[in-house]
T-cell receptor, first 115, second 109 residues
Framework: ETGVTQTPRHLVMGMTNKKSLKCEQH?????MYWYKQSAKKPLELMFV???????ENNSVPSRFSPECPNSSHLFLHLHTLQPEDSALYLC??????????????FGEGSRLTVL | GQNIDQPTEMTATEGAIVQINCTYQ??????LFWYQQHAGEAPTFLSY??LDGLEEKGRFSSFLSRSKGYSYLLLKELQMKDSASYLC??????????WGAGTKLIIKP
């Protein structure tokens, strides 16, 4: 298996549920990212991990909690979400956070619906 | 504030040429990226420009003018499979990526 894999692809949850999104990259990259993509809006960077250390937290509500246990895996733990959190959550990786081209490799995303 | 502008939607005909523009205002500049995203799929990297001029890759070319804060993506010999959203992103002085909202390109036979 190659590239960036995200599970689940689709998730429906109530506002009181706890769930997690998982991302796995098989590219040997050092940096991993969580993005939120809403219709007709720019990608919103949520979190950045470089060498398993969180280096960016863009004022994301605490109901989103990231975890990076190793350089290949990234989780996004979800708790007491709001309907406006419904979106596509994209995971990405890059060789380094500020590499020469900084090309990002994205997973296909987890489509989250909060009821 | 930092801002990336690109058209929301464009329509073109199979076999034709289309140019998707992107203008930006950012705190510093460390490169401009174009990504392609088919519906329901992951964005994939198309091109990277850091110096002024045209970069050509097969049917796709990307142009950059740093003095004008302007880039375009040129797609030639359009195919139906080119129907997708095209995302412009600029890396600022802090190496943060600032994204546009994307241009949805519709190709008609």
């Amino acid at each position: 298996e190659t590239g960036v894999t995200q599970t689940p692809r689709h998730l429906v949850m109530g506002m009181t549920n706890k769930k997690s999104l998982k991302c796995e990259q098989h590219l040997g990259h050092n940096a991993m990212y969580w993005y939120k993509q809403s219709a007709k809006k720019p990608l919103e960077l949520m979190f950045v991990y470089s060498l398993e250390e969180r280096v960016e937290n863009n004022s994301v509500p605490s109901r989103f909690s990231p975890e990076c246990p190793n350089s290949s895996h990234l989780f996004l733990h979800l708790h007491t979400l709001q309907p406006e959190d419904s979106a596509l959550y994209l995971c990405a990786s890059s060789q380094d956070q500020a590499g020469e081209t900084g090309e990002l490799f994205f997973g296909e995303g987890s489509r989250l619906t909060v009821l | 504030g930092q801002n990336i502008d690109q058209p929301t939607e464009m329509t073109a005909t199979e076999g034709a040429i289309v140019q998707i523009n992107c203008t930006y205002q950012t705190s510093g500049f460390n490169g401009l990226f174009w990504y392609q995203q088919h519906a329901g799929e992951a964005p994939t990297f198309l091109s990277y420009n850091v110096l002024d001029g045209l970069e050509e890759k097969g049917r796709f070319s990307s142009f950059l003018s740093r003095s004008k804060g302007y880039s375009y993506l040129l797609l030639k010999e359009l195919q139906m499979k080119d129907s997708a959203s095209y995302l412009c992103a600029v890396r600022d002085s802090n190496y943060q990526l600032i994204w546009g909202a994307g241009t949805k390109l519709i190709i008609k036979p």
